[in-house]
């Protein structure tokens, strides 16, 4: 049972660079979500899904894009990668509704931009 | 929107010694309350959650939290840490039909031996 798999572990992306972070879970949660944790910000929310083919915006969108063509998979886009963005990123999943469901995390992806 | 404060960012402690972490939330309503652990180079890990029932609520690894309605608080406690509870701990908050749980900025605790 892989729960939620997150690839790849670490990147290094130039200025202007575009990536995919992937996310795929295995445990047929609906909700699915995209946190950046930074040093003494805590984690923050980036974008959201509720079931295939639903995402919404969190707390801070800008720059990022993301898609759910499936219930398994969860990818978040950087379109043009900028220094701001370096950062560790979460994807996590619970049932929905979450109500008080934990969120099961992926193993986080660290990503440097120079 | 809702916001989670945790009033210490860095705490050290000997092992052996008790240990309590403030959280406080901002929102009003009904809500359900987590503890998240993330031990170095991990991911988060729930240590407990809250939602209804006793206020007094045990988790992993010998933690609990006690919820204060009144107070807008979901405090960690644990009587007696060790050199392994070295982690950053989390709160965290969200409505029961609420689609975002939001995060305080985290507690980084250092257990010497």
């Known amino acids: 049972n892989a729960g939620v798999t997150q690839t790849p572990k670490f990147q290094v992306l130039k200025t202007g660079q575009s990536m995919t972070l992937q996310c795929a879970q295995d445990m047929n949660h609906e909700y699915m979500s995209w946190y950046r944790q930074d040093p003494g910000m805590g984690l923050r929310l980036i974008h959201y899904?509720?079931?295939?083919?639903?995402?919404d915006q969190g707390e801070v969108p800008n720059g990022y894009n993301v898609s759910r063509s499936t219930t398994e998979d969860f990818p978040l886009r950087l379109l043009s990668a900028a220094p701001s963005q370096t950062s560790v990123y979460f994807c996590?999943?619970?049932?929905?509704?979450?109500?008080?469901?934990?969120?099961?995390f992926g193993n986080g992806t660290r990503l440097t931009v120079t | 929107a809702q916001s989670v404060s945790q009033h210490n960012h860095h705490v050290i402690l000997s092992e052996a010694a008790s240990l309590e972490l403030g959280c406080n939330y901002s929102?009003?309503?009904?809500?359900?309350l987590f503890w998240y652990v993330q031990y170095p180079g991990q991911h988060l890990q729930l240590l407990l959650k809250?939602?209804?029932?006793?206020?007094l609520v045990k988790g992993i690894k010998g933690f609990e939290a006690e919820f204060i309605k009144s107070k807008f608080s979901f405090n960690l406690r644990k009587p007696s840490v060790q050199w392994s509870d070295t982690a950053e701990y989390f709160c965290?908050?969200?409505?029961?039909?609420?689609?975002?749980?939001?995060f305080g900025k985290g507690t980084s605790l250092l257990v010497t031996p």
């Open positions: 996590a999943s619970t049932p929905f509704p979450r109500g008080a469901s934990p969120l099961h």
């Open positions: 899904s509720v079931g295939a083919g639903i995402t």
């Open positions: 965290a908050v969200n409505e029961p039909s609420g689609y975002a749980l939001n």
């Open positions: 929102y009003g309503g009904t809500v359900n």
């Open positions: 809250y939602f209804s029932g006793d206020p």
